[in-house]
């Protein structure tokens, strides 16, 4: 079904370009501005960028930005991430030799979903992983770590169970927010929504390394999108 968000006229691709552009470079003057004159913790500032640019790929959905745009940049934040991850090119975002490589798979997932959904003309499936892990993953972190007062271990990654409550919810919610304004208010709409906040959630569970910025949104993706074709 034809996305209800999209536009019927096509903006230019260069005012694309400039909009989403304009997106980025917003949250990184606001990264920049976070880190060096207030005294909000690092893992806040990261998780406003994480929340915040994970939202381009609903400007993408809605402008219709062709797929070869959002591959490409993918790709050259990907290389940014990994660069990143071993010099001090993203202070704000990545600490020099954090033992996490979430940044850099956090990109490479958004270039996958695009890359998949937008070849079969289904952005609302890379939307859905998007946001999820956007959402879902960011805001977990952030009430996990202020109100997580009862932990529990997966293998030797530590979570709270307020924070995997709290993703669960979120990533339902986005679900369902996204097949009720594209498959519309159906038993199977709320079904696959809980569905994919069972499978958001399990996977998010383990994040060694920052894998769940790969695994939550292909693994959300994939399981909506999977269960629409065989109920639809």
């Known amino acids: 079904m034809t996305a209800l968000l999209w536009f019927s006229t096509l903006p230019p691709l260069w005012l694309q370009i400039a909009i989403t ?3 980025i470079g917003l949250l990184g003057l606001l990264a920049e501005w976070l880190h060096r004159y207030t005294a ?9 960028v994480h929340i915040g640019a994970g939202n381009v790929i609903l400007l ?13 940049a993918s790709i050259v934040f990907s290389a940014i991430a990994f660069l990143s991850y071993r010099l001090p090119i ?11 490589l979430g940044t850099f798979f956090y990109a490479v997932s958004i270039g996958v979903l695009v890359a998949w959904f937008w070849s079969i003309q289904q952005p609302q499936y890379a939307a859905l992983g998007v946001l999820v892990m956007t959402w879902g ?57 809980l569905v994919v906040a069972i499978v958001a959630t ?7 390394f920052g894998i769940d910025n790969l695994t939550v949104p292909l693994g959300s993706a994939t399981v909506c ?8």
């Not at 399990?202 to 060694?208: R, T, V, W």
């Open 225 to 232: 999108f999977i269960l629409c074709q065989l109920w639809r």
């Open 60 to 72: 993408a959905w809605w402008l219709q930005v062709p797929a070869w745009l959002g591959i490409g």
């Open 137 to 193: 993953d960011g805001l977990a972190a952030l009430i996990g770590q202020r109100f997580g007062n009862h932990p529990y271990k997966l293998w030797d990654v530590q979570k709270s169970w307020e924070g995997s409550l709290t993703m669960a919810i979120v990533s339902g919610l986005i679900s369902l927010l996204i097949l009720l304004a594209v498959e519309g208010n159906l038993w199977q709409t709320w079904v696959i929504s």
């Open 202 to 208: 399990g996977l998010e569970a383990f994040s060694k």
């Open 21 to 23: 552009g304009a997106w």
């Open 40 to 48: 909000v913790e690092p893992e806040v500032v990261r998780k406003v």
């Open 90 to 100: 993203l202070p704000s975002i990545n600490g020099v030799g954090r033992k996490s």
